[in-house]
């Protein structure tokens, strides 16, 4: 059962535009949301993350918005970069209920157009 | 700057040979979290610390895996009798969880190519 899920395997933007990467979650004991960002042979790097009291967090170009009705969430990047080109995967864990594990979606392989 | 390191880069064994991984974390770090990743897939979590007590495993963690983190400090993730299902990249993690800090941050990854 996959818990977290990103349904957009692939994704191409034109340098410059928005980016806007989703991803949608079962479980609802899910509290804490990361987004990490993750080059060919290298490990995940974290690049934003928000918690389930607030709908949105922004840090420079990079923004996370929260609906928890629906459970979704989305990573909104502006404006976009050539070296935004990797996979991007989002997280999820019941942090505030005492469980830290990471489960992660299986990733979207965002392509910046120059 | 030291992020979390971990050693070897890659490893390739063959079926039925134990191997086994260090990982490092970032120093003021007392939470360490190991996940493995394969082909198209997200990281799943394997097991995870809390200075030395392993605090949480997967069932992912067969009996052919023991983890260990003495003295709180380093990690180390064996794996026995390695299968060919055990091909993946084995990611270490660490985190500081205090006042509002809570990210997980990832070293490098260790390859493993069972033949």
């Known amino acids: 059962d996959q818990q977290v899920k990103q349904n957009s395997p692939s994704l191409s933007v034109q340098e410059g535009r928005i980016s806007i990467l989703n991803c949608d979650y079962t479980?609802?004991?899910?509290?804490?949301f990361l987004w990490y960002k993750k080059y060919p042979a290298e490990g995940p790097t974290f690049l934003i993350s928000?918690?389930?009291?607030?709908d949105k967090n922004e840090d420079g170009r990079f923004t996370v918005f929260l609906n928890k009705s629906a459970k979704h969430l989305s990573l909104h990047i502006v404006p976009s970069q050539p070296g935004d080109s990797a996979v991007y995967f989002c997280?999820?864990?019941?942090?505030?209920?005492?469980?830290?594990?990471?489960?992660f979606g299986t990733g979207t392989r965002l392509t910046i157009i120059p | 700057d030291t992020g979390v390191s971990q050693d070897p880069r890659h490893k390739i064994t063959k079926r039925g040979q134990n191997v086994t991984f260090r990982c490092d974390p970032i120093?003021?770090?007392?939470?360490l979290y190991w996940y493995r990743q394969t082909l198209g897939q997200g990281p799943e979590f394997l097991t995870y610390?809390?200075?030395?007590?392993?605090?949480?495993k997967s069932r992912l963690l067969s009996d052919r895996f023991s983890a260990e983190r003495p003295k709180g400090s380093f990690s180390t993730l064996e794996i026995q009798r390695t299968e060919q299902g055990d091909s993946a990249m084995y990611l270490c993690?660490?985190?500081?969880?205090?006042?509002?800090?809570?990210?997980?941050?990832f070293g490098p990854g260790t390859r493993l190519t069972v033949t």
């Open positions: 479980n609802s004991m899910f509290d804490y």
């Open positions: 928000i918690s389930s009291i607030k």
């Open positions: 610390f809390q200075n030395e007590a392993q605090l949480e």
């Open positions: 120093s003021e770090h007392n939470r």
């Open positions: 997280a999820a864990s019941a942090l505030f209920r005492g469980n830290e594990k990471l489960t």
């Open positions: 993690a660490s985190s500081q969880i205090a006042g509002r800090t809570y990210e997980q941050y």
